[in-house]
């Protein structure tokens, strides 16, 4: 069953057609692979979905609703979320707080300016709860500017991970790591969507990552959809294997 | 080791516990301890540590400089002028909450305007606005007296059970009841505003200063919540003006010029604007040294301008973000 | 009809003064990131020290040599801002913006001062200069010589700045920095240099402004916390950073101010606050900016 | 309803006056040295300690050229009688200085610095008739004595010190300006009719063009106001203001614009020929320093003093308390002393003989309730004539003047023309009191309901 379908969805900056009349679907409960070259255009249908950027055209249904002229805010009401490529983090605050303020947004209790946030229990507990799910328990007290790089990345999934959303978009979860840190991260992934009931779409690079995690892999090139199935399928499509992977090995 | 650590983190809010009881008390007995000047200073002190605190619930919270913070000031200044002046009221509960509450919607409708920018544009454009108020109260001269200004006399406190008595000194009344007032409404504010930046409302608004993208995709509304920001910042410096005019006696268009704007964002850096209580010693400091300066040489100005270069040369984080950290380092080796 | 052209003469001619002011200010903007509220400080500076440089050799010299020494104004204001910018703004680079105004802020404070230490509190005028165009007649009307000169100058000014902006090497190392210093400087660029430069230019056309109006308005205690909150106005018009917009703003607030003064004359004061918040709230970053 | 008169006549009840010939109407005395300061000996113990004043004024900013002259005047004054031993023989003046440059809210706190923290004696100074009205009640609540010696606005003692007790001025109200141009306009141009303006865009400008307009509609009739123009204070470029007030085609222009402001706008007129194509009055062209204006400035035009002082005026040795004050003045400071430092120099003083004359009848030194005593209704003889000091409303009285520029070959600058000085007794052109308060200024109500309508 379809949880997001977008229809021929394009965005255009000048001649530059970074997304153009793509239908893209994601299906319940599934961990989905988005793969392609830089400027292939994921980030942009990413940027799309999520509200933060606009679609020239095209439509936008997530789970049974229009959302395609609905702001940021009412998307992540209605269970979109996502991390960043770069790590987009509060440096200044607490990892507890990064994770704290999720929920509290979530909650819709970031209204409340006449209670102290370190007093709401239920919101510290379910925020040491999703640190611990994360293996960010012992940093909880530390300035989210100062974690190291692993922790940065884990930290920004806890973050849109903390919003309970229906569908997680992740850009690049593992990129900027070291190989031997990627593992620990894509287990996590793997199991918040398992055992949490989250569908996820993955932006990677590494296509072993890919490979490895993925239950279906969509491949794009220059704006639109290059190739869509299941890892087995995708490793023989040879659209993909010459336009894609055999530059990202070259490259 | 977690014992040990809640331990230390236990003596260390009865210790931070223990100075707040000996600093309120000492400013409770202020007009006991220090000549009537002293305590006047104190209440200008006082007063504008409340402006800086709004203040920096903007810059130093929500990451917005506000070049504009003296219209709030003069807003809140003027609604107790125009009180008297209209109404015939004397009543300074009237004029706190009159003042409050337009300096409030003044900031909503600066916010209006505003919020959709950030950095160098929000700055200048809370300037501009500000300004067209300035100008207003400059050219309605029926209504605000232009440069002439407006006067405010001595109001009375506490739903009028405390006034100036006939024939008495206005120095005392200033000095011991109006002091104390003001202190009142101080402790109130620092209270109120303490709970503000600790609330999830505030850990909002640190979440937007920090990276305002994010704040949007974790579901924080941005503009709206920089705009109830600015409200509220606006509200309590607006609030300072009101308590400000019968120190002051008369408000002229003075305090809606951009440099009072200057002076307050002065405060917020002396005292260090990352941290919750720079801006009001920043405040109460920068007062002294403005006075002094003043009494001392007629360049005064130059003196302000080689004090404001050297902090922001030397010491960025300000008096308290420079100061606190090697107190906290002392304790540790001690 | 002679009053029109006289105020479209008045319109360009304070449109000059501003051009000369604000491209310095939105110069500095565009390629180093920082306000200078010390700007109008260094416009002052000029006017000062062209009125005592002429006041000094005022009886030797010949009118027309006088004009020269205006010149000397303008490079007090660039060597200032030479010495400025390396000691006091280099350190503030990689600190947030607000520190980099409030720097500029206190240099304003400092420099006020020190323009009354030096040159005391009565203003310095040196008419001579102007009385040394004759007024002309256009059309039955009375115009000064000297205010078409001053027309001239901005007018070559402008011309002279945007040649050297998209004509010279330098300017093209200059537009580099502005539209990414990291770029810029990852392709060898001396950004530190870059940096001094743009900024001494910057200066120099705010001397130059204060030199040029000098002999018409005096040298004055103030005129330079004045003339920075016009400048602010030109360049949130026109949009900060943008030589055009600095150009097209002067012209934009001369000819309101002339319009305001003419048919408005009891709001002129605010009509430009007015227009410049209307301005930002339709395009905040004014009609040629980028944000 | 008031009546008709010709205009000779109502000029004649007003007592005005033309030329040098009248020392100070009303004042032909010309004061025996001993009255001007000679030895004086002091009854009973009096303290060596010093009396403290404090002096506020601009020291900065484009105020300061007024601001300068006022400090020299006050501290030439301190020398004077510091020289004698000090106040009583004893009491040497201390003088300190504060910069009134730094707006309201500081001048406030500065004033409540001086007394409290510096226990000054006596306060004296303030230019700014946005100042007056903070600091005269902040100086009334602190009971300290106070001699404002500009800051001339009507709104001090109508409204923001209705009951003075411890603060005076010296100086002549703000409404004396526009209505002594108006009497010199109308006297010298009784043809005018077209008017146009141009003010500072503040109170006094405000002030200036009311008073000068009512003023002018009583002395000639119908007036029309044919431009206005509202420059910022501070502003150096005037020539869309020029050209707006050339093309109105005015008989007149009437303009309240001063200090540097005022030099960037002949200077500028000069070269739209303004000067040539109507007539011009001021009401503080001569307000800065003698030397600051040009001799280009064309004879013939109303050069104002704010109605107080000119150096030149009462003349030669008719009047010795000038022509000595004056001589050192120029001594002392280089330059000739303007209307702000003669307001300064002569506060003083009135103090001085205050404190004389309560010596006199206390013995020792007196209280600062015996200083008051002998300040209401004391009457001395300064430099610009003789000055009382009406003790209903602390306001000093002298005569208002103005005059008339001329280049005379004696003087690097333009000066008055002793032939054509304008002398009005204060009273004939301010309410008198207990006079019903009105808007904007009592005294512009009275003139509007009392002055005929002179043809």
């Given at each position: 069953m379809a949880l997001l379908e977008t229809t021929r969805v394009r965005k255009w900056f000048g001649d530059t057609h970074a997304v153009d009349d793509v239908d893209f679907v994601v299906n319940q409960g599934e961990l989905l692979g988005l793969i392609g070259s830089n400027g292939a255009g994921k980030t942009t249908l990413v940027n799309l979905i999520s509200g933060l950027l606009r679609p020239d055209a095209g439509r936008i249904v997530f789970d049974g609703a229009d959302v395609t002229r609905q702001s940021v805010h009412e998307r992540i009401r209605e269970g979109i979320a996502r991390s960043f490529q770069l790590v987009n983090l509060f440096d200044q605050m607490t990892v507890q707080d990064n994770v704290a303020l999720t929920i509290f947004a979530r909650e819709g209790k970031t209204r409340r300016m006449t209670a102290l946030a370190e007093r709401d229990r239920a919101v510290l507990d379910e925020a040491g709860e999703v640190l611990q799910r994360f293996g960010l328990e012992s940093k909880a007290r530390m300035l989210a500017g100062g974690l190291a790089q692993g922790e940065r990345k884990l930290l920004d999934v806890a973050v849109a991970y903390a919003l309970r959303p229906k569908l997680l978009f992740l850009d690049e979860p593992t990129s900027g790591v070291s190989t031997r840190e990627k593992a620990p991260i894509m287990d996590i992934v793997t199991s918040i969507v398992r055992t949490g009931g989250i569908t996820a779409v993955v932006i990677e690079h590494d296509m072993d990552v890919v490979f490895t995690y993925s239950d279906r892999i969509v491949a794009m090139h220059e704006g639109t959809i290059l190739a869509d199935g299941t890892p087995e399928e995708i490793r023989r499509n040879e659209r993909v294997t010459t336009t894609l992977i055999g530059t990202t090995e070259a490259g | 080791m977690s014992q040990a650590l809640l331990a230390s983190g236990r003596l260390l809010a009865g210790w931070r516990l223990a100075v707040g009881i000996a600093i309120a008390l000492f400013l409770v007995l202020v007009p006991r301890l220090l000549p009537p000047f002293q305590t006047l200073q104190l209440s200008y002190g006082l007063i504008f540590a409340i402006a800086a605190l709004g203040f920096n619930l903007l810059l130093g919270y929500t990451g917005l400089l506000s070049f504009g913070h003296s219209a709030f000031f003069g807003v809140g200044a003027y609604t107790a002028a125009l009180l008297v002046k209209y109404m015939g009221l004397s009543s300074m509960e009237a004029f706190v909450l009159a003042g409050a509450l337009a300096s409030a919607v003044t900031a909503a409708l600066f916010g209006a305007v505003c919020v959709r920018y950030t950095r160098i544009f929000f700055s200048i454009l809370m300037l501009a606005l500000s300004q067209v108020i300035w100008s207003l109260a400059f050219k309605l001269f029926w209504v605000t007296g232009g440069t002439d200004g407006l006067r405010v006399p001595t109001p009375t406190l506490l739903g009028g059970s405390v006034a100036l008595g006939a024939g008495e000194d206005k120095l005392v009344f200033l000095t011991h009841r109006y002091y104390y007032y003001v202190l009142a409404l101080f402790l109130v504010c620092v209270g109120a505003m303490w709970v503000i930046v600790n609330s999830p409302f505030g850990k909002a608004l640190q979440a937007i200063r920090d990276n305002e993208t994010r704040a949007e995709f974790v579901g924080v509304q941005v503009r709206k919540y920089r705009w109830i920001a600015l409200v509220v910042s606006g509200t309590f410096t607006g609030l300072a003006g009101t308590l400000w005019v019968p120190l002051n006696g008369l408000t002229t268009p003075d305090i809606l010029y951009w440099p009072f704007s200057g002076k307050i964002v002065f405060f917020v850096v002396l005292g260090g604007f990352r941290t919750f209580l720079g801006p009001v010693l920043g405040a109460v400091v920068f007062n002294y040294l403005e006075t002094y300066a003043i009494g001392f040489t007629v360049y005064w100005q130059m003196v302000l301008g080689v004090v404001l270069v050297l902090l922001v040369l030397t010491m960025p984080a300000g008096l308290v973000g420079t100061l606190a950290p090697l107190f906290a380092r002392r304790r540790r080796i001690a | 009809m002679d009053t029109l052209l006289t105020q479209i003469l008045n319109s360009l001619f304070y449109a000059s003064i501003l051009f000369l002011i604000a491209c310095g200010l939105s110069l500095v903007y565009g390629v180093m990131r920082i306000v200078n509220m010390a700007h109008g400080s260094l416009y002052a500076v000029g006017a000062y020290v062209a009125a005592w440089a002429v006041g000094l050799v005022a009886s030797y010299l010949h009118v027309s040599l006088l004009l020269v020494l205006l010149l000397i104004g303008a490079a007090a204001a660039a060597l200032a801002g030479a010495l400025l910018e390396p000691t006091l703004?280099?350190?503030?680079?990689?600190?947030?913006?607000e520190y980099q105004l409030l720097m500029t802020f206190g240099l304003l404070l400092i420099l006020e001062d020190l323009m009354r230490m030096v040159w005391g509190p009565y203003p310095l005028t040196a008419s001579a200069l102007s009385e040394f165009f004759p007024s002309i007649s256009v059309l039955g009307a009375t115009y000064p010589g000297y205010n078409i000169f001053v027309i001239v100058v901005g007018g070559a000014a402008a011309v002279g700045l945007w040649a050297f902006i998209y004509r010279t090497r330098f300017g093209i190392l200059l537009r580099a920095t502005s539209q990414n210093m990291r770029m810029a400087s990852a392709l060898g660029v001396d950004v530190k240099r870059i940096y001094v430069q743009a900024f001494t230019i910057g200066c120099l056309m705010a001397g130059l402004g204060g030199a040029v109006v000098m002999p018409l308005s005096g040298a004055v205690l103030g005129m330079g916390v004045d003339a920075l909150i016009l400048a602010f106005v030109v360049v949130v018009i026109g949009g900060l950073g943008s030589l055009e917009g600095a150009l097209v703003g002067a012209l934009i607030v001369g000819a309101v101010r002339t319009l305001g003064i003419m048919y408005f004359a009891e709001i002129e004061l605010a009509v430009l606050y007015l227009i410049a918040a209307v301005v930002l709230f339709l395009r905040p970053a004014g009609l040629f900016g980028r944000a | 309803m008031p009546e008709e008169v010709s205009r000779r006549d109502f000029l004649n009840r007003l007592g005005v006056t033309i030329g040098a010939a009248a020392a100070s109407a009303g004042s032909l005395v010309v004061p025996t040295p001993a009255e001007a300061q000679q030895s004086f000996q002091a009854k009973g113990k009096v303290p060596t300690t010093p009396y403290k004043t404090g002096h506020m004024t601009f020291f900065t900013g484009p105020a300061a050229v007024l601001g300068e002259p006022s400090y020299k005047g006050h501290i030439l004054a301190a020398e004077e009688i510091n020289a004698q031993g000090g106040l009583l023989g004893k009491r040497k003046i201390e003088t300190v200085k504060a910069d009134e440059a730094a707006g309201t809210d500081a001048n406030v706190k500065e004033l409540r610095r001086m007394k409290?923290?510096?226990?000054?004696?006596c306060f004296t100074g303030v230019i700014s008739s946005g100042n007056t009205p903070a600091l005269g009640p902040v100086a009334e609540e602190l009971k300290t004595l106070t001699l404002f010696?500009?800051?001339?606005?009507?709104?001090?003692?109508?409204?923001?010190?209705?009951?003075?007790?411890y603060v005076f001025r010296v100086t002549n109200i703000q409404s004396a300006d526009g209505v002594m141009a108006a009497i010199a306009a109308s006297m010298a141009w009784p043809k005018v009719t077209k008017i146009a303006h141009i003010h500072p865009d503040y109170s006094y400008g405000r002030n200036a063009f009311d008073h000068f307009n009512i003023a002018m509609k009583k002395l000639s009739g119908n007036i029309q106001v044919v431009s206005e123009a509202w420059p910022k204070?501070?502003?150096?470029?005037f020539t869309a203001h020029i050209t707006k007030t050339i093309s109105a085609k005015p008989d007149l222009l009437f303009t309240s614009v001063w200090g540097g402001d005022y030099i960037a706008l002949y200077k500028q007129a000069l070269r739209y020929d303004l000067f040539k194509k109507m007539k011009v009055a001021t009401?503080?062209?001569?307000?800065?320093?003698?030397?600051?204006?040009?001799?280009?400035h064309p004879a013939g035009v109303v050069a104002g003093v704010h109605a107080n002082y000119h150096f030149l005026y009462p003349a030669g040795n008719r009047w010795l308390p000038n022509a000595q004050f004056v001589k050192k003045y120029y001594d002392r400071w280089k330059e000739y002393p303007t209307f702000e430092s003669e307001g300064a120099y002569t506060a003083l003083h009135m103090l001085r003989v205050a404190v004389e004359k309560a010596n006199q009848l206390v013995g020792g030194w007196p209280d600062d309730q015996a200083i008051i005593a002998m300040l209401e209704g004391l009457m001395y003889a300064a430099p610009a004539g003789y000055t009382y000091i009406r003790p209903d409303n602390h306001q000093g009285y002298k005569d208002a003047l103005t005059g008339f520029l001329v280049n005379s070959p004696d003087y690097a600058f333009p000066v008055w023309d002793l032939k054509r000085v304008i002398t009005v007794p204060i009273r004939s052109i301010t309410a008198p009191p207990g006079y019903p308060k009105g808007e904007p200024t009592t005294t512009y109500k009275w003139i509007e309901e009392t002055w005929p309508k002179s043809a």
């Open positions: - | - | 703004l280099r350190p503030l680079y990689q600190r947030p913006e | 409290l923290s510096e226990k000054i004696d010696t500009d800051g001339c606005t009507d709104f001090l003692f109508e409204k923001a010190v209705p009951n003075p007790h204070l501070g502003t150096t470029e009401t503080l062209a001569f307000g800065v320093v003698p030397q600051a204006i040009g001799k280009d």
